[in-house]
Nanobody, 119 residues
Framework: QVQLVESGGGLVQPGGSLRLSCVAS????????MGWYRQGPGKQRELVAT???????NYADSVKGRFTISRDNAKNMVYLQMNALKPEDTAVYYC?????????????WGQGTQVTVSS
């Protein structure tokens, strides 16, 4: 199995910055895509950003130019640098990865970390 643990959430004022981190551990052969999703109050979970093992990235239109996703393949870690935060960015942020293990390929999710943008 694979465990994902996020960190870095918290309360920040509008216009501020936060950096989320996520580490994957377990019996991992390889990880293809890692990413971040979020779920705001009363909303469905939505994609924020993804990054492949080769470094190709994809962003939701709502965060382009403000958020940057990166990863450290050697450490099985993914990061999300969030700048110019807005109240509408308030959500629980979930780390996700598509990993290959003894049980084959599948998606794994972290427990989530709360990000609150408020003055």
């Amino acid at each position: 199995q694979v465990q994902l643990v996020e960190s870095g959430g918290g309360l920040v004022q509008p216009g501020g910055s936060l950096r989320l981190s996520c580490v994957a551990s377990g019996s991992i052969f390889s990880i293809n895509v890692m990413g971040w999703y979020r779920q705001g109050p009363g909303k469905q979970r939505e994609l924020v950003a993804t990054i492949t093992s080769g470094g190709s990235t994809n962003y939701a239109d709502s965060v382009k130019g403000r958020f940057t996703i990166s990863r450290d393949n050697a450490k099985n870690m993914v990061y999300l640098q969030m700048n110019a935060l807005k109240p509408e960015d308030t959500a629980v942020y979930y780390c996700n990865c598509h990993a290959y293990t003894n049980w084959g390929p599948r998606d794994y999710w972290g427990q989530g970390t709360q990000v609150t943008v408020s003055s």
